[in-house]
T-cell receptor, first 114, second 114 residues
């Protein structure tokens, strides 16, 4: 379904713990992104990667880390430094080919700090 | 960086009426403007997009218009139906190879009343 898979769907974290959200795509897309969605707000970019072994900070990178060791995978770690981690996290991927640059989203992971 | 403002934040329309959502962007270098629809609990999905070399694009009941001079673009939904009820996001980006970093507006929650 859509070729981009996030897991888990729901995640609960205790304060002070790091957690890692998984994002895998089989669309052969070069670029991958992590967005955070809070109620009543738009999607805010956390990190993005245009190529393997390279990534850039987005608008709200503090308290988050990523890696891009494989083209298919772009995991996001929410560290204990993130002050307000409870949110809905969306991963996306896109490829520039023949003018088609649509971004495809995963189903999202809802993270709750307990 | 790019900043996208979206209005209104909520929109209630009677079934069969039209709905209009407006967005403004700040970066004149942006040249790609997609619209995403997010139904409750689901991933955002692209419904229509427009590039800066086009002023208007239509796909059945939805249309998007772009005014580059004023840096604003709008989504028009005609003959609204209950299944149009969702949150709609506009976005802006500058397309480049192997990447399409989208900046999203805050979203508009559309409710179509039968």
């Amino acid at each position: 379904d859509g070729g981009i898979t996030q897991s888990p769907k729901y995640l609960f974290r205790k304060e002070g713990q790091n957690v890692t959200l998984s994002c895998e795509q089989n669309l052969n897309h070069d670029a991958m992104y992590w967005y955070r969605q809070d109620p009543g707000q738009g999607l805010r970019l956390i990190y993005y990667s245009q190529i393997v072994n390279d990534f850039q900070k987005g608008d709200i990178a503090e308290g988050y880390s990523v890696s891009r060791e494989k083209k298919e995978s772009f995991p996001l770690t929410v560290t204990s430094a993130q002050k307000n981690p409870t949110a809905f996290y969306l991963c996306a991927s896109s490829r520039w080919e023949g003018g088609n640059t649509e971004a495809f989203f995963g189903q999202g992971t809802r993270l709750t700090v307990v | 960086g790019e900043n996208v403002e979206q209005h209104p934040s909520t929109l209630s329309v009677q079934e069969g009426d039209s709905a209009v959502i407006k967005c403004t962007y700040s970066d004149s270098a942006s040249n790609y403007f997609p619209w995403y629809k997010q139904e409750l609990g689901k991933r955002p999905q692209l419904i229509i997009d427009i590039r800066s070399n086009v002023g208007e694009k239509k796909d059945q009941r939805i249309a998007v218009t772009l005014n580059k001079t004023a840096k604003h673009f709008s989504l028009h939904i005609t003959e609204t139906q209950p299944e149009d009820s969702a949150v709609y996001f506009c976005a802006a980006s500058m397309i480049k190879a192997a990447g399409n970093k989208l900046t999203f507006g805050g979203g508009t929650r559309v409710l179509v009343k039968p």
